[in-house]
């Protein structure tokens, strides 16, 4: 039978010359299928057990001659093969389903998903920020079953070139979680991730930077004086943090409607709290008058501590600058607030459980974590007032007594 009958000009040029379709046809079961409205589209004609069959190969011109012409050749090499080119692509196109459905990235946003009511919004976005920029660009198309130890190290230590060795760990962390739950749910038989221990740069964590307690009387001194080169509120928000020592986030988020200012108390809801745990925070006479002048300043916003937009609060830097401002950087944090105030409750003799637990270093299951909202509230509210207390008297110039000497066993 001739073949090449079609020049690649009679394909660009053809039409269906008024016909419904018009086939133009370039040899062993090859045609050109010419519609009315100009669409073009390769089709293959082929007989098998004594049946007439009909496979699309393509549309023109995206699919040129040449290019139809060895997708002709690959049909009958299948057809030699005693194999059906129409089950055989829709075999392929099954594999590539699944091959994209069990691709390192599809499993890893299912796993994504399956985390996200867990997790407080900012871990959530710094999750899927390091799976996005880090693992995904490389690894996101590999079927999780097909990656191997050398290509997950690679892709790491990409991370590390950068000099970014305490982000390589995490993000390797966080590829284990999802080759475990690849394991869990039969897209992948091993967890590459443990393959990977000891090959990257150990990383030495750093503890955030806090004073020392016999620090802290000159550094609320001079949060005192902070109207002076900076505004109120920053001053305010410094002076709250320190009295209820609860994470930075989770002040600067604090909104009007969590605060019972009539039974003093700061009721932060599980959504805002790292553990996903509703956490209470008593309040002080000193913090409740705090509030009382943020509540001026608020201008109406929901948030105690709203920003220029008074629909969003106040950035996670605001504080920390501050404390540069007052000669602190590399000195201290927001969050070492919350390791002085445990340690100097702590060496007064608080009850430690007492203490944890206004941390909110609190379990994560939920029933217990249910049960320990209020628990310890009376020998909590003491030792808030106490604190606060302690904080007005070292403001005011008292001198630090031997915390030993003071011991308090409650």
């Not at 139809?68 to 690959?74: D, T």
């Not at 009721?267 to 745990?277: E, F, L, N, Q």
């Not at 939920?366 to 008297?393: C, F, H, V």
Request: with cysteine; hydrophobic share 35%; glycine share 6%.
């Amino acid at each position: 039978m001739a073949t090449n009958l079609l020049s690649a000009a009679e394909c660009k040029n053809a039409t269906s010359n008024g016909a419904g379709i018009r086939k133009l046809h370039d040899g062993d079961g090859l045609y050109l299928w010419v519609y009315l409205d100009g669409r073009k589209y390769w089709r293959m004609r082929y007989w098998q057990s004594g049946k007439e069959k009909s496979l699309s190969i393509g549309v023109y011109p995206k699919v040129s001659l040449s290019d139809a012409r060895k997708k002709g050749e690959e049909v009958r090499k299948q057809l030699e093969a005693d194999l059906d080119p129409s089950a055989e692509r829709k075999a392929t196109n099954l594999r590539k389903k699944l091959s994209a459905e069990n691709s390192f990235e599809a499993v890893a946003r299912e796993w994504y998903a399956k985390q996200l009511h867990t997790w407080v919004e900012h871990h959530a976005s710094d999750v899927k920020r390091r799976l996005e920029n880090n693992i995904f660009p490389s690894l996101g198309k590999r079927p999780i079953d097909q990656i191997e130890a050398p290509e997950l190290l690679e892709t790491i230590r990409k991370i590390e070139t950068r000099g970014a060795y305490d982000l390589a760990h995490r993000v390797l962390q966080v590829c284990g979680q999802v080759f475990r739950y690849g394991i869990a749910t039969g897209r992948c038989t091993r967890n590459l991730s443990v393959d990977l221990r000891g090959a990257l740069t150990p990383h030495v964590k750093k503890h955030q930077s806090a004073v020392r307690p016999e620090e802290l009387p000159d550094l609320m001194r001079a949060i005192t004086k902070y109207d002076e080169i900076g505004d109120k509120q920053t001053r305010l928000a410094l002076q709250l943090l320190a009295q209820t020592f609860v994470r930075t986030n989770e002040l600067i988020g604090a909104e009007w409607v969590e605060l019972d200012l009539d039974n003093a108390l700061w009721v932060i809801p599980s959504g805002r709290m790292k553990m996903k745990t509703e956490h209470v925070v008593p309040l002080s006479r000193q913090a409740l008058t705090m509030l009382a002048e943020l509540k001026e300043l608020s201008g109406g916003s929901r948030y105690v501590f709203p920003g220029r937009n008074r629909d969003k609060p106040i950035s996670n830097n605001t504080m920390l600058f501050a404390l540069y401002r007052l000669g602190y950087k590399g000195k201290m944090t927001g969050h070492g607030f919350r390791a002085v105030a445990s340690t100097i409750l702590n060496e007064t003799g608080f009850n430690p459980d007492v203490i944890e637990r206004q941390l909110a270093h609190c379990e994560r299951n939920e029933i217990r974590g249910a049960y320990n909202r209020a628990e310890y509230l009376p020998d909590r509210k003491n030792m808030m007032q106490y604190w606060a207390d302690y904080l007005d008297s070292i403001e005011a110039g008292a001198k630090v007594i031997s915390i030993h000497a003071n011991a308090r066993n409650l």
